[in-house]
């Protein structure tokens, strides 16, 4: 059991690497559209996740409050939102093609910046990945060793184009390639930290498990929300990164009942 626990935390650690290695191969700039598409998928990915992984397994766990099963995904989403938003404020960071930082202390260098911007973005997943974890240890209904690996597959998948998206652009603003893939790395190494930091928290307080499950999902659809949806609309009109949502959204609908 143990084995499978590392194996599912490290899976999404893995997509990120993967992605900031296309920065050791590709030699040209990543193009806008396809950046656009990736952040849309990502997104897809992200929302699709956050339902059918998340909230709707924090409601069947509450199915003995009858009528009111939806008071902790509610109260559970509005904590992570509160969460992430208090973390925005506090962490100093840049998002991509932002010339302003966020937060305090923006003395940090340009690319530090960018990393902890990735790795914000890194933590919720994590998270989400520590508390279905916790789930599958505790028997719990709803949270499957199936869901568990789904939901891995699903943020490792749409790990991969962020870990190109962190590395790829360092190096065009003239990051040697070792460097830019570190930092692409380095972005994606809060995942599983917080993936096992929430085990453990979960894992103590098995009762409010229903909470912790919708709090990452609200933790990630700030994300959503705050950054990626932004990210794939801004500058000139373009659809691309709209379908790509589309198919993100399915590709992790299909993951879950075909796996799940």
């Known amino acids: ?45 992200m929302v699709a996740a956050s339902v059918w992984g998340l909230l709707i397994p924090s409601m069947e766990q509450s199915e003995q409050m009858g009528k009111l099963a939806f008071v902790p995904a509610v109260v559970g989403l509005a904590v992570g939102f509160l969460f992430l938003q208090l973390l925005d404020r506090i962490i100093p960071h840049l998002h991509m093609h932002s010339q302003e930082c966020e937060g305090p202390n923006c003395n940090l260098k340009r690319s530090s910046m960018m990393m902890l911007a990735v790795a914000l973005h890194n933590l919720p997943e994590g998270m989400a990945v520590g508390v279905v974890l916790a ?13 568990a690996t789904v939901l891995s597959l699903g943020i490792a998948i749409q790990n991969f184009p962020e870990g190109a998206i962190i590395s790829m652009p360092l190096r065009n603003e003239g990051m040697g390639k ?83």
């Open 1 to 45: 059991m143990i084995g499978t626990v590392l194996q599912e935390i490290f899976i999404p650690f893995a997509g990120t690497a993967l992605g900031a290695a296309c920065v050791l191969f590709v030699k040209d700039k990543l193009n806008r559209q396809v950046e656009r598409a990736f952040t849309g998928f990502a997104a897809g990915v």
């Open 135 to 147: 789930g599958v240890l505790s028997g719990e209904v709803g949270v499957t060793a199936a869901s």
């Open 178 to 260: 070792g460097r830019a893939f570190l930092y692409g790395v380095l972005s994606g190494a809060v995942e599983p930290l917080g993936a096992v930091l929430t085990l453990l928290a979960a894992g103590a307080v098995l009762p409010a498990l229903p909470y912790l499950l919708s709090f990452a999902a609200g933790a990630m659809l700030y994300v959503v929300v705050e950054e990626l949806i932004p990210e794939m609309s801004e500058g000139e009109h373009s659809h691309i990164g709209t379908m790509c949502f589309a198919v993100g959204f399915a590709v992790m609908m299909v993951l879950d009942v075909v796996l799940g």
